[in-house]
């Protein structure tokens, strides 16, 4: 419509143009004529005119009809595009959708798996923590029982321990007197072997330097000492011993080395004062094994050390001597020569005097332990003074000082100032201190000193008493193997923390006295003066509970 009217508006435009034209004409009289003429022209022009405006607008409705249909196809294939992806979408969508639901009931069958799983394993652990509190209620109960045992172990020994130590007081009272022959355990005879004689001794002067074998022992060897030696196969005294019967000396060094540092076998490791040990007897008979007895001979101090092969070890030491001063006194007690010792008070005298020294400490030894029997003791100073340390419960670093020391009379003096005092000490357990026998309980059971060794090949120095507390003593008595033949063996305990001390010994033969006496390992007890001891003096000591025993152990 808008087009038509714009050609109406154009073509009254050009009608008026012509309107005027005519105007103008009609004022010219040539042209009236041609007026009428050009009329119907315009007619016919204005016709054709309008025609053509007309097609034109058809032209331009249909290019505007057929524009808009194109418009419109184009809608509708986006409209039927959009559709298409519309429903595409809903198909993903219903295909999404139905995989979330396949996923909701996996997961929802899984969850359903899973709670049983876990119901089961509930179940399971509740079956177990009913299994265990039945178990911990059966071990409770169990444990109960034990201590109640143990307690009534503990009541049972705390009265054998009664019935022993009454046993023991009552044989103190009755012993009055030792007639049993001391000199027999001094033959060694449980050794059960023949033993072959082996001749020949070797004495070193004093001062004199002399290659040694040196075999390092757990016990200290004391100068006129007889003792076993039992040396199993595999050891590196086995090789040395081996070594040492092929030499013609016999002879080797003995040192102490504790057990525990067997194996370090360096100079600087051991004492450097030893003993010079003769072997005496020898048995062979048996390659797994030498039994050797063997005796103490001279005192050395190291010098040096090697090793001559990888299994035996040589020493170089330097022999020590005791100088024994001349006797001071006759026997009548008067001075030998007074015009040679000057005109010193007497007492002086007799205080260097090695012999007044001797009677002085027999005289103390009878007075503390009157059972220990100085008659065997040798009469000469310097084998006296040995024998003090081996017979005698001095500390351990009391005996080796007194071995170490050259001067016999600071030795005696040293020994008597020792002797005076060991009435005020104890032998307590090594591992809970307690008290097991006082130092006047002594009783001489071996003249060599006691030093034995067991099956085993373990060497063992004892302290032989009378009388003990505080121990408890176990098993049947036996024979075999006894150290002290005509008396049986048992095993002895701590009664406070059941630690092994040593061995009881009960007569088999009737008429020997003492009927019975106890065998206290040296390593398994210590020295403490009376007011050091830490158990009490009572006679109803406890044993201590099965917790704190194994505190000591």
């Not at 020493?315 to 007690?333: C, E, F, N, T």
Request: proline fraction near 3%; glycine fraction near 4%; aromatic fraction near 8%.
């Amino acid at each position: 419509m808008e087009d038509n009217t714009t050609l109406s508006r154009d073509r009254g435009d050009d009608g008026t143009s012509m309107s005027s034209a005519e105007d103008g004409s009609t004022d010219n009289d040539d042209q009236s004529r041609g007026d009428a003429v050009e009329g119907e022209d315009g007619d016919i022009r204005q016709a054709e005119a309008i025609e053509g405006d007309i097609e034109w607008s058809d032209e331009q409705a249909s290019a505007s009809i057929e524009e808009e249909l194109s418009r419109l196809d184009d809608i509708m294939e986006e409209q039927a595009a959009a559709h298409d992806e519309y429903e595409e979408m809903m198909e993903r969508a219903a295909v999404e959708h139905e995989e979330m639901l396949e996923q909701e009931a996996e997961m929802m069958e899984r969850a359903a798996v899973e709670q049983e799983e876990m119901l089961g394993q509930e179940a399971e652990m509740l079956e177990r923590a009913a299994v265990e509190q039945e178990e911990m209620l059966e071990r409770v109960v169990a444990e109960q029982e034990e201590i109640f045992e143990r307690e009534a172990e503990m009541a049972d020994r705390a009265a054998e321990a009664h019935q022993e130590r009454m046993a023991s007081a009552e044989v103190a009272q009755q012993l009055d007197h030792v007639d049993y022959d001391i000199a027999i355990p001094s033959h060694h005879s449980y050794l059960d072997m023949t033993l072959t004689r082996v001749e020949g001794y070797n004495y070193w002067l004093e001062g004199q330097h002399v290659n040694l074998y040196m075999i390092p022992l757990d016990v200290i060897v004391i100068p006129g000492q007889t003792f076993p030696l039992r040396i199993r196969e595999n050891t590196i005294q086995f090789t040395m011993v081996r070594a040492l019967l092929d030499n013609r000396h016999k002879t080797f060094g003995a040192v102490y080395l504790p057990a525990e540092r067997e194996q370090v076998l360096l100079g600087r490791s051991w004492s450097q004062c030893g003993v010079t040990v003769q072997i005496v007897e020898v048995s062979d008979d048996n390659s797994r094994e030498i039994v050797l007895k063997c005796k103490g001979r001279q005192r050395f101090k190291t010098i040096s050390t090697q090793r001559r092969s990888v299994l035996t070890l040589h020493a170089k030491v330097q022999i020590l001597a005791d100088h024994i001063p001349p006797r001071l006194y006759d026997s009548m007690g008067r001075l030998r020569d007074p015009f040679k010792f000057g005109s010193h008070p007497s007492w002086l005298y007799k205080h260097h005097d090695v012999y007044a020294i001797m009677k002085s400490i027999k005289v103390e030894i009878t007075k503390y332990s009157p059972l220990v029997k100085v008659d065997v003791a040798p009469t000469q100073p310097d084998m006296f003074s040995y024998w003090l340390i081996s017979a005698m419960p001095f500390k351990f670093n009391q005996r080796v000082k007194m071995l170490r020391e050259n001067s016999l009379v600071v030795r005696l003096k040293s020994q008597l100032d020792h002797i005076k005092e060991l009435n005020k000490f104890d032998y307590c357990c090594q591992l809970c201190g307690t008290d097991i026998v006082n130092s006047s309980r002594l009783v001489s059971m071996s003249a060599d000193g006691p030093f034995f060794v067991n099956p085993a090949g373990i060497a063992f120095e004892l302290i032989t008493a009378y009388s003990v507390q505080h121990t408890l003593a176990r098993g049947d008595p036996q024979t075999k193997d006894s150290w002290f033949p005509g008396y049986a063996w048992s095993y002895l305990s701590c009664l406070r923390c059941d630690s092994f001390l040593g061995w009881k010994f009960t007569a088999v033969v009737e008429d020997t006295q003492p009927r019975l006496f106890y065998g206290i390992q040296r390593k398994a007890v210590k020295v403490l003066r009376q007011s050091e001891t830490d158990a009490e003096e009572s006679s109803d000591i406890e044993p201590i509970s099965v917790q704190s025993r194994l505190f000591y152990l």
